[in-house]
C-alpha cells in the first residue's frame, strides 16, 4: 500500500461531501499523481473511522510515508489544502 495518501472520510448523510469529493479528486489528480485518495464511509467503516479520530464529516487526513501530515475537519478550502500539500509533495517528490 502506498505510504503517500488522502483518506477521505464522508457519510451519505452530508450533503457536502459529494462536492467535496470530486474536487479532491480533481486536486490529486491534475497536481498531485503520487497520492493515492482512499475513501472512508464513516456509516460503514465506523472502526476505522474511530481508529483515526474523525468524529466529524468531511474529514481529509493527508499521509506523507506512512505518517499524518495534515488534518481538515469540516471547515476548509481547496486552496488551504493545495497550499500545505505542495510544500511538502515537492519536497518528496521534485
Known sequence: MNP???LYFHSDSCAVAGS???KIKELLDSK???LDLIEVNTAIQQELAASHQIFIVPS???FFEGKEYFRFA???SM???DSKIERV???LFS
Open 74 to 76: 469540516r471547515h476548509f
Open 89 to 91: 509533495y515537492n519536497l
Open 60 to 62: 481529509i487526513l493527508v
Open 32 to 34: 498531485y499523481p503520487n
Open 79 to 81: 486552496s488551504e489544502i
Open 20 to 22: 467535496v469529493r470530486s
Open 4 to 6: 503517500n495518501k488522502v
